[in-house]
């Protein structure tokens, strides 16, 4: 995890510690994890975006790269950072990406209504696990240009 | 006269024609009577006359004086009912007529006794004449019935006035009386006419007598009380039911709803742990494969190998699950290239070539993702079985019987024995172990509850090592 709070690339939002530590692990193995930041609920993650409470020193107009989403999470879960995030003109346009466990038709559809920019199962075998971690990883930060 | 009419109109017309028939017996009675005591009257009093006539002209007969007989039978000219007499000698011969016109025919007496008769509407008369026991002849009266039909004329036109009148007092005693039979009649049936215009059971009939019309009008309102309380039983019956129904359905939902969040939360909470299992046991095997050595290596494959197949089991069961609130969409299907894309693509999953054979499918309405699940389950079943067979074949095929189509997949591999049909279709339930074959026991309840979705029937033949063909029949009529 990088310390600085400035300049970040990834901001993954995650409450499993497990999970999360596989996808850091992933992301490393791929070069890709320099610049991340991990917090764990809906609540941290809204003060990270919006500069407010223990973030409250950061500049709105650092936006993450790519913010990884879990969907499940304590307090606020990830629609809610999800509507929050579109609604406010400084953060819409940061790309995220849903990573749930669930394959529920209406999490997913619920999700698209609110404007994620993908949507994908965590899968249970490790390969394809990591293959997804890896792609997502990949074409956000390397290959997707979001605007400035 | 009485069928069809109505009922103040039937006694109205009883009544008449009873009074009707009593008025012309009475006066028919009492003109019979009349004729016959007329007549007696009227011979009793021509003999009586003809005796005093005769009696009076022995003398005449005696001396064969004719001036005196004719003297004698023209004073009967006071007698103006006395058309004809005449006095015959003891020889027959005519010995004086009244009146004295010759044209008279004046029939001879046939005997010298007395004799009454009526004929053509007079009275014939004849008496002997006789002086010391000895006939000198016979006296012949001829008297016109005219009084009587005077009579009896004064007394048709009385009956006629008689008849009017009672007539006429018969009709207003009748109409007055029916109005006390019919009335209570008429009453209950208005109130039976309300009761089935309005539907209101709860109306009673009024009762006004204590005769038969008070025990049909009691009949009436005892039947009219058991069918409102049957009424309201039926509808507080219903009420209840509808009660039944509406707690039961608000039961059914909330076990709905907490079957919903259940499966909700096992598509979330229970795959999770299983992707640490299977992540960290991948660590170990990629960081530390050195130190775990041969036999640490395969228990972790092992653990791996587990934790994948419980994600399949849960995918498969919500799966399964999800299928029951789901809707059949149907749209008109070509089976053929259904059929043909699914081979393709399990082709790459079953790598061992089978020899599968396509035979034409006919079209049919169906649900697209439903029937595809189906077949894949199906062909990927009849792949996977016929596996480890040589020479493993498998068709597809169809026929049509009267109202459905019946599809089948049959293959020549590991089959089935027909004693354990019963598990087939059930969740779970497997039939091979899963080092034998592997398979979570979902797929075919699945594909049961799809095709039970459709309406149609699914069934299976088998014979352990020889293969298996599994039919299922869809519906063609359209709904």
Known sequence: MNDSIHDVDILMVEDSPDDAMLIIRELKKNNLSNRLVHLTDGVQALDFLFCKGTFSDRNIEHKPKLVLLDLKMPKIDGLQVLREIRQDPRTRSIPVVMMTSSREERDIAETYNLGVNAYVVKPVEFDNFSKAVTEIGMFWLLTNQSPK | VLTGIPIKQKVLRALMLTSGLVLLLTFSSFLIYEVITFRQNAVRQLSIQAKIISSNSTAALAFDSRADANEMLAALKAEPHIEVAAIFDKGGQLFSSYPTDNSLQIPAPASFKEMHYFERGHLISYEPIVQNNTVLGVLYLKSNMNAMYDRLQLYATIAGIV??????????????????????????????????????YSVRAEKTEDNETGVLT???????????????????????????????????????????????????????????????????????SDKLGEQGKQT????????????????????????????????????????????????????????????????????????????????????????????????????????????????????????????????????????????????????????????????????????????FTLPTNHH
């Open chain 2, 218 to 288: 009691d009949a009436f309102n005892q039947m009219l009380a058991e069918i409102h309380a049957q009424n309201e039983q039926i509808q507080s019956f219903n009420q209840n039911l509808e009660l039944t129904i509406q707690k039961r359905t608000q039961d059914l939902e909330a076990a709905n709803k907490e079957m919903e969040a259940f499966s909700y939360s096992v598509s979330h909470d229970l795959r999770a742990p299983l992707r640490s299992i299977n992540g960290y046991s991948k660590i170990l095997l990629e960081d530390y």
């Open chain 2, 163 to 200: 008849s009017i009148v009672s007539f006429i007092m018969a009709y207003i005693f009748a109409s007055w009386l029916q109005r006390s039979i019919s009335w209570p009649i008429l009453a209950l049936a208005e109130t039976a006419k309300i009761i089935s215009e309005k539907k209101d």
């Open chain 2, 300 to 471: 972790l494959n092992t653990i791996i190998r587990n934790a994948i197949r419980m994600g399949q089991l849960i995918d498969d069961l919500l799966h399964f699950s999800r299928l029951g609130k789901q809707s059949v969409k149907k749209v008109n299907l070509d089976m053929n290239s259904l059929v043909r894309n699914v081979c393709d693509e399990l082709a790459e999953q079953y790598p061992k070539k089978a020899d599968i054979l396509i035979k034409p499918l006919p079209p049919i309405d169906a649900d697209s993702s439903m029937i595809r699940q189906v077949i894949q389950n199906l062909i990927s079943n009849a792949l996977k079985y016929s596996m480890r067979k040589e020479n493993a074949k498998i068709e597809i095929g169809a026929y049509p019987e009267n109202d459905h189509l019946t599809y089948y997949v049959k293959d020549n591999g590991a089959g089935f024995d027909m004693k354990y049909y019963d598990k087939l279709f059930g969740v779970f339930q497997r039939l091979h172990s899963a080092n034998e074959f592997e398979g979570t026991g979902v797929g075919l309840a699945l594909v049961q509850r799809i095709i039970a979705k459709h309406e149609g029937r699914i069934w299976a033949e088998g014979k352990e090592n020889e293969g298996a063909t599994f039919y």
